[in-house]
C-alpha cells in the first residue's frame, strides 16, 4: 500500500530529502531510438534508390496491371530525405490505399511516415493525413502517439496557442503590408497576388443528390490526374494571369496543337509542381509582358507590388525596377493570401460548370469523343 500524503511528507522531511517531480514533459532519446533509426537508413538498398525515378516508377504502375506492393511504399516513406519528397510521399499514400493492396500497408511506414514529416515540421500535413485514415491509411500505435506528443509538448504547439499566433502574425502583416502600399502609392490595379493550386480536371464532384446506396457506382475511382494553376491576378480584378504546369511538355491529345496560342500560359515537369525555373521563366516570360501590355492599355506608368506566399519554389532572385516583391510570413496563408479568400475557388466552380455543360452537350448530341485535357484548357479563356 502507497504511504499517505502526510506519511511521504514526513519520511522526506525527515531525512531531509527534496521532492523531485517524477512526470516528465518530453521522452528521452533512448525512446525515440534514432541511432537504430539512422543506422536502419544506412541500408545499401536505399541508398540506392534514386528516389524521383522511383516515385515516378512506382506512381506508373497505378495505372497498370503491375499491383503497388506494401514493401513499394515502404522503401519510399523510409528514404524521405528531402521536404519536397513529402508531396510525393502523400500523393503515393493517397494512391495505394485505394487499391487491392491496401490492406498490406506495413507497421514500419506508419512510423516512418511520422518521422518524415516531423523531422521538417509538416506539422499541418502530418495532422491532415492522421484525421483522414480512410484516404491514406495511416493508423498511428501507442508509441508512435507518444512520440507525437513528445515533439508538440517540445515545439510548445499546445492547443489554441498556435492558432493565436498565427492570427497575430497575420495582422501585424496587414499593417506592415498596408504601410508598403501607402508609400509606393500603388492603386488596385498596380496590386497582385500569385499563388498555386491543384486542378483535378477529369474529377467530378463527391456529392449528388441520389440516394446514399447509390452514391459510388461500384469499382469507380475518383480521378487524380490534375495540373497546376499559377494563379495571378491584381486586386481590381481586370488582369488574371493564368499559366498552367502539365507533366508533360507536349501530350499526346496537343501534337498539332500551337502552345503559344492557347488561353494559358503553358510550362511543363515531370511532377506538374511549380519549380524555382518554372516561376523564373513565367516571371519573366509571362508576367512582366502580360504587365506591360495591360498598363499601356491603361495608359498608366509600369510600376506594381506582386505579393507571393514563402514557398520553397519561390525562394529565388527574381529582379526587375519596375517590381516590387514581397513574401508573405508563413503560417498566415489562410488568412490572408489574397487568392485564398475565394477566387481560385470560384474559378474551379467556374471550371466544373463547364465541364459538365460539355458532358451534357455530348450526351445530348450522341457525340462519342474523349474529354480531354485541352478541353479543360480551353475553358479559362472564358475567364
Known amino acids: 500500500m502507497f504511504p499517505s500524503r502526510l506519511l511521504r511528507h514526513r519520511i522526506l522531511s525527515k531525512f531531509h530529502v527534496a521532492?523531485?517531480?517524477?512526470?516528465?514533459?518530453?521522452?528521452?532519446?533512448?525512446?525515440?531510438?534514432?541511432?537504430?533509426?539512422?543506422?536502419?537508413?544506412?541500408?545499401?538498398?536505399?541508398?540506392?534508390?534514386?528516389?524521383?525515378q522511383y516515385f515516378i516508377e512506382t506512381d506508373k504502375k497505378f495505372g497498370?496491371?503491375?499491383l503497388v506492393s506494401g514493401i513499394d511504399i515502404d522503401l519510399f516513406a523510409n528514404n524521405v530525405q528531402s521536404k519536397s519528397e513529402l508531396d510525393e510521399l502523400e500523393h503515393l499514400l493517397y494512391r495505394f490505399r485505394r487499391t487491392k493492396r491496401a490492406t498490406e500497408m506495413?507497421?514500419?511506414?506508419?512510423?516512418?511516415?511520422?518521422?518524415?514529416?516531423?523531422?521538417?515540421?509538416?506539422?499541418?500535413?502530418l495532422m491532415r493525413i492522421l484525421n483522414d485514415r480512410e484516404s491514406y491509411g495511416v493508423f498511428p500505435d501507442l508509441y508512435s502517439y507518444n512520440v507525437l506528443m513528445s515533439t508538440f509538448l517540445q515545439e510548445k504547439m499546445y492547443p489554441g496557442e498556435q492558432a493565436s499566433a498565427d492570427a497575430e502574425a497575420a495582422e501585424n502583416y496587414k499593417l506592415e503590408l498596408a504601410k508598403i502600399i501607402n508609400e509606393g502609392g500603388y492603386s488596385p490595379d498596380q496590386i497582385f497576388s500569385g499563388d498555386e493550386a491543384a486542378l483535378y480536371w477529369k474529377k467530378?464532384?463527391?456529392?449528388?443528390?441520389?440516394?446514399?446506396?447509390?452514391?459510388?457506382?461500384?469499382?469507380?475511382?475518383?480521378?487524380?490526374?490534375?495540373?497546376?494553376?499559377?494563379?495571378c491576378s491584381n486586386l481590381s480584378g481586370s488582369l488574371m494571369i493564368k499559366p498552367i504546369i502539365n507533366r508533360s511538355s507536349t501530350p499526346r491529345v496537343m501534337k498539332n496543337i500551337n502552345k503559344t496560342q492557347l488561353p494559358v500560359f503553358w510550362q511543363s515537369n515531370k511532377?506538374?509542381?511549380?519549380?524555382?525555373?518554372?516561376?523564373?521563366n513565367w516571371f519573366y516570360n509571362c508576367f512582366i509582358p502580360a504587365v506591360e501590355t495591360y498598363t499601356m492599355e491603361k495608359n498608366s506608368y509600369f510600376k506594381v507590388l506582386l505579393v507571393l506566399d514563402n514557398a520553397g519554389c519561390h525562394n529565388i532572385e527574381l529582379d526587375h525596377p519596375n517590381v516590387k516583391i514581397v513574401f508573405l510570413p508563413p503560417n498566415c496563408m489562410s488568412l490572408i493570401q489574397l487568392l485564398d479568400q475565394g477566387v481560385i475557388q470560384t474559378l474551379?466552380?467556374?471550371?466544373?460548370?463547364?465541364?459538365?455543360?460539355?458532358?451534357?452537350?455530348?450526351l445530348e448530341n450522341s457525340e462519342n469523343k474523349t474529354y480531354s485535357s485541352v478541353d479543360g484548357i480551353f475553358y479559362f479563356k472564358l475567364y
Open 106 to 125: 506495413m507497421e514500419s511506414t506508419t512510423y516512418a511516415v511520422i518521422k518524415a514529416f516531423l523531422k521538417f515540421k509538416q506539422y499541418d500535413s
Open 64 to 66: 497498370t496491371k503491375r
Open 271 to 280: 511532377k506538374s509542381w511549380m519549380t524555382q525555373d518554372l516561376l523564373k
Open 204 to 231: 467530378l464532384p463527391s456529392r449528388t443528390f441520389i440516394s446514399k446506396n447509390l452514391r459510388r457506382a461500384q469499382g469507380f475511382k475518383p480521378s487524380k490526374e490534375h495540373i497546376t494553376l499559377h494563379v
Open 19 to 52: 521532492q523531485i517531480s517524477a512526470v516528465r514533459g518530453v521522452l528521452s532519446e533512448n525512446y525515440s531510438c534514432e541511432q537504430l533509426w539512422q543506422k536502419r537508413l544506412e541500408n545499401p538498398l536505399l541508398k540506392s534508390i534514386n528516389m524521383d
Open 348 to 362: 474551379k466552380m467556374y471550371y466544373i460548370r463547364q465541364l459538365f455543360q460539355t458532358i451534357f452537350d455530348r
